[in-house]
């Protein structure tokens, strides 16, 4: 059995009591892609804002590597090897994709003031770098990113290529772990099979572990070794996809309560 | 699509519309907010003011000319079409010329009112200008039929030749444009234009344009028309020129470029160098004005343009760099005095600097935008009030301030005087060349990427690994280093420092420059600093339009209004920011450009459920 990267041990956050997660308990392993599946407001999100460190959990705790990521920053979180794309699209649109891919490995360099004032040596050779590395996961995704669209600003992309561009972005963070939030969400079939494709690549080729909250079962089937069903901040099954998918509770948190039961 | 691009070549233009298909709502509120503006601006007491600076004597004075331009710009705008995508532009004819002219008569009832209310009537109590020199100024001192008829007479032509402006060709409004804009910047730059030719012995040019001998200035008739066909001439002559260079820098190979900018760089230089042993007294100091603000605007820029963070009590920086400067230097600051070297007290400076930034921005800096904005307005005034403060007032004078400030020499081998405007113009270009290079380089890094993604949205910033604290402060601490080193100067400068010199209007000011130049743009600034404070002048410094004192913060305001409605970007834009703001019309120009990528895969099956 392969390296336990992320343990949830029995977490659980309210918003002023609201449930928004409960005694969740959850494990992702070294080279794992574990989907995370569930109705409308089933506290998905904010799953994924706890691991990142952009909410604290009221209770519980969360660990990376065996070490625990209560109380860190977010920025922390990402440097410690957890990087995360956001379901509503948020990139920094003015400036050029180039730049958001460079952005993102500040916690990667060093380079400060002192460096940029000097144009010393090292900070020439960090440039250099962070823009190769850069390009390198730009390309990833094809022609799409690169080229004379290296200097254009983010927010000149359609949609699809914001999409691809966020998982760049979180890649270049250079992380062991990526969370993506629904990353084929407003996708038409054609594209959002080619990034199925390109989301087992990531594993495969570029070593990373995934976390995937998708609604499009489609691609939950295609890709996950692992599958978590949550309703209402509960983990209600867990499994294969297969067994998920039969499991009766999954079925009902989806389609309701047959009729005659509810009433 | 290939419609769309065929317009873009050919603007087919639809019929002209009839005369009376007017749209008579618009003009009659063009004709009242034009009326209110001259009722306004009269009352203001520009006219009677403004009218001891000519434009053309004696012809126009700019008294005249601050309420002229009025029915002239509404006349004009009444009839602006706003074209949208899709959409053609009608053929001007007469119901433009009408719309002009109707604008225009409204306009001047605004006059007729105040004439005859000023005649009969004395509210003198509330508007202290209602008095009988401004009824002079307005009726000529011909009587109330005379001033009537003349100002429903001029603004209805002039609002007629607003109208105007629409039909004539573009071949005959830009050299009319252009020849306005050297006519009006050759009035404008008189005294420095005056300071030069005296330093270039070229005093018989300068006497040929401008009126000899008349204290209230102005070009003489020859001279505007001289200049004028000089506006004409660059037109049709140099602008081809122009744009023909330009192009050729475009094309011209990466390395060709760098190797262009250097030598535009080193030509900047150079006439830094030259130009102050040429400029007069005044003009020299003038320019260190500008130069002082420039050096504050140029660390706000970084502080408020590149990283975001909308600090007004930017003051404090410039205060701690006076006080820190003139208790280190000058023999008679109370309590503490050691009397060190200018260059030796600036290490000290950029060490409080420092001090201070992490001071004021630790306990704001994890606050955002209106919040932030708040309370450094808070800390940038309790910074003077303690500085004033009896328990200071040992170290900083209090209100007596810190006289006796030595000239600002440079470890024994230089020294600037004070008094000398030369020599400090040398001492703040020099600062002023470091902050843009400072800048220039911040902005193009690590760090400066990082101001801009704080910039663009904080919170994404921080979950893709950056320390938003740590790089919001060393923007801040920047900043502060930059105001300082103003500080010092403008210690040296002056000789002295009081706390009134470090008013919050100060920091207002500054905002005002960075903003009205192009926020986030090196270049932006300068202008800016240019424009506001050598042409309108600074807080408590005069510029080049003297008269215009009095006017400068209403003008200010009036500008900063105008600029964040019409371009919010700046005299000279950041292209970043300016798609910011204009993010559609952008988009719209790319998509026309076919810059913008359609999804490839093409309409064909429907979008994957959200
Ligand atoms: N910051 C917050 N404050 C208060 N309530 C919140 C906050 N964030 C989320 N919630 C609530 O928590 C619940 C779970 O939200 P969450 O966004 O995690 O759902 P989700 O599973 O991601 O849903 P979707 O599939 O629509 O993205 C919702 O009821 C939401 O309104
Ligand atoms: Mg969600």
């Known amino acids: ?60 705790d969360i660990r990376f590597k065996d070490q625990s990521l209560i109380g860190l920053d977010p920025n922390q979180v990402t440097a410690r090897g957890i990087a995360r794309t956001f379901q509503n699209v948020r990139l920094f649109a003015n400036m050029t994709i180039l730049e958001n891919v460079m952005v993102s490995q500040h916690c990667r360099t060093r380079q400060g003031i002192f460096g940029a004032l000097f144009h010393t040596r090292s900070f020439k050779r960090e440039e250099e770098e962070i823009r190769a590395y850069g390009e390198e996961v730009l390309s990833f995704f094809g022609s799409r990113l690169v080229g004379y669209r290296l200097h254009q600003p983010a927010s000149v992309l359609s949609y699809a290529n914001r999409r691809r561009l ?50 499009d079962m489609g691609v939950v089937r295609d890709v996950s070794d692992r599958v978590v069903v949550l309703d ?8 294969s996809y297969d067994e998920v998918s039969t499991n009766p509770d999954v079925i009902e948190a989806y389609l309701g309560r047959p009729a005659e039961e509810a009433s | 699509m290939t419609s769309v691009e065929h317009n873009l070549q050919t603007p087919e233009l639809a019929p002209a519309r009839p005369v009376l298909d007017q749209d008579w709502r618009r003009i009659a509120r063009f004709g009242a907010i034009g009326a209110l503006a001259l009722i306004f601006i009269s009352l203001t007491d520009m006219p009677d003011k403004l009218d001891g600076r000519m434009i053309v004597e004696p012809l126009l004075s700019m008294g005249y000319f601050s309420l002229l331009w009025v029915p002239f710009l509404f006349g004009n705008l009444v009839t602006r079409e706003v074209v949208l995508e899709g959409m053609v532009a009608h053929r001007k004819g007469v119901r433009e010329l009408l719309a002009g002219a109707l604008v225009g008569l409204l306009s001047s009832l605004g ?78 730059l008189e005294s420095a234009l005056n300071d030069l030719s005296e330093g270039f012995g070229l005093e018989s040019l300068f006497e040929s344009l401008f009126k000899k001998g008349s204290d209230r200035g102005g070009l003489s008739v020859t001279g505007a028309l001289v200049l004028a066909a000089f506006g004409f001439a660059w037109v049709f002559v140099l602008n081809a020129q122009v744009a023909k260079g330009k192009q050729v820098f475009q094309q011209a190979k990466e390395r060709n470029r760098s190797a262009t900018m250097t030598v535009s760089s080193v030509v900047g230089v150079a006439l ?58 000058s023999p008679s600051s109370p309590g503490f005095s050691p009397e060190l ?172 420059v960075v903003i009205v130049g192009g926020m986030g743009r090196i270049a932006g600034v300068i202008a800016g600093a240019l424009v506001l404070i050598g042409i309108l002048g600074g807080p408590n410094q005069p510029g080049l339009l003297s008269e215009f004192s009095e006017f400068k913060l209403l003008i200010y305001g009036a500008l900063l209004v105008w600029m964040m409605l019409q371009r919010p970007e700046g005299l000279i834009p950041n292209v970043r920011r300016s798609r910011e703001l204009h993010q559609d019309e952008f988009l719209q120009d790319a998509w026309l450009r076919k810059q913008v990528d359609e999804d490839e895969a093409g309409g064909e099956g429907e979008v994957a459920p959200a």
């Open chain 2, 111 to 188: 006059l007729v009112v105040l004439i005859y209310l000023l005649d009969t009537r004395d509210l003198s109590e509330p508007l202290v200008n209602w008095n009988s020199d401004l009824h002079t100024v307005l009726t000529f001192g011909e009587g109330n039929g005379y001033g009537m008829g003349f100002w429903i007479a001029v603004c209805v032509g002039l609002g007629l030749l607003g109208g105007l402006f629409h039909l004539l060709p573009r071949l005959v409004v830009q050299p009319l444009k252009a020849a306005s804009i050297v006519v009006l910047g050759a009035v404008v």
């Open chain 1, 1 to 60: 059995m392969s390296e336990r990267l992320l343990t949830i041990d029995n977490l659980s956050v309210t918003f002023g009591g609201l449930h928004a997660l409960r005694n969740l308990n959850f494990h992702v392993d070294r080279g794992e892609i574990v989907s995370v599946i569930g109705p409308n407001g089933a506290g998905k999100t904010t799953f994924f804002n706890m691991i990142s460190g952009m909410v604290t959990p009221t209770e519980g």
């Open chain 2, 272 to 329: 830094v160098l030259i130009l102050p042993m040429y400029l007069g007294r005044l003009t020299n100091d003038l320019l260190v004005n500008v130069g002082l603000f420039l050096l504050l605007a140029l660390g706000l820029n970084i502080v408020v343009g590149l990283a975001g963070i909308l600090d007004l009590g930017y003051v404090a920086f410039f205060a701690v760099g006076g006080y820190t400067a003139a208790i280190l230097t």
């Open chain 1, 232 to 239: 209402h901040g509960e983990t209600i099954a867990q499994g």
């Open chain 2, 341 to 512: 070297s200018w260059s030796v007290a600036i290490i000290a400076v950029v060490g409080m600097a420092i001090l201070a930034g992490l001071f004021i921005g630790a306990p704001v800096i994890r606050m955002r935008g209106d919040y932030l904005a708040i309370v450094t307005l808070g800390f940038g005034e309790i910074i003077r009030l303690t500085v004033r403060s009896d328990w200071a007032s040992g170290v900083t004078g209090g209100a007596q301030g810190i006289l006796n400030i030595p000239n600002a020499d440079v470890f024994g081998l230089f020294s600037f005087k004070g008094t000398d405007p030369q020599q400090m113009l040398y001492l703040v270009a020099a600062f002023c060349a470091l902050a843009i290079y400072v800048s220039w380089r911040l902005e193009n890094s690590r760090i400066g990427r990082a101001w801009m993604a704080v910039r663009e949205d904080e919170s994404v910033a921080e979950a893709m690994g950056i320390n938003t604290v740590n790089a919001k402060l060393q923007a801040f601490v920047v900043g502060a280093i930059l105001a300082s080193f103003s500080g010092a100067i403008f210690a040296a400068k002056v000789g002295s420092v009081f706390e009134i010199s470090f008013k919050i209007l100060i920091s207002i000011v500054i905002l005002v």
């Open chain 1, 166 to 215: 966020e998982i760049a972005r979180a890649m270049a963070t250079r992380p062991e772990v990526i969370l993506l939030d629904e990353p084929v969400a407003g996708m038409n079939p054609k594209e959002s099979e080619e990034l199925t494709g390109l989301i087992g690549k990531l594993r495969d080729d570029w070593g990373f572990t995934i976390v995937m909250i998708e609604h």
